[in-house]
């Protein structure tokens, strides 16, 4: 399904969902904040079942039987790197060339945390990788034992 429409929407679909799942914990902390909390529960709520439905999108997009640890890792590696590389120096210049000085500081920071998560999973990265070459030599290394039973 790779680069066809359908992933295309998948992805869309997904996005969608889960700004809706943020945008309706925020409004929900808002009703809480102006003294409703059946209308922050109902937010609540239906934010839960948003996060459901992009589950379900994503289940399509990265089915689980093509994943493995070291292409999680590598995925979102990717999406840190292109957020903190290119999204977000991109929407600092329009900020700035639109004078919304809270925004170019939002994306500057933004861009800063998303560096930091990448460097994060690359590290992760590296300590899975070690991992198992470990694993793979004590694998060898209990085949050889039972061979030789």
Known sequence: MKN??????????????SMAYQRYLYFGKLARQLGNLEVAE??????????????????????????TVQKLLQIAIEGELHES?????????????????????????QALESKDHAEIFQKAAKRFKSL??????????????LEIL
């Not at 066809?4 to 969902?17: M, R, V, W």
């Not at 590389?85 to 920071?109: G, H, R, S």
């Not at 004590?138 to 085949?143: D, E, G, L, S, V």
């Open 85 to 109: 590389n290119y999204m977000y120096p991109e929407f600092e210049k329009t900020a700035l060339d639109e004078a919304q000085i809270d925004a170019v500081l939002e994306f500057q920071e």
């Open 132 to 145: 198992a070459f470990v694993e793979k030599h004590h694998a060898k290394k209990y085949q050889e034992a």
């Open 42 to 67: 109902l937010f609540e709520n239906t934010a839960k079942q948003e996060t459901a439905h992009a589950f379900a999108h994503l289940d399509l997009v990265y089915a689980s039987e093509k994943m």
């Open 4 to 17: 066809t429409q359908t992933q295309k929407n998948l992805e869309a679909a997904f996005a969608g969902e």
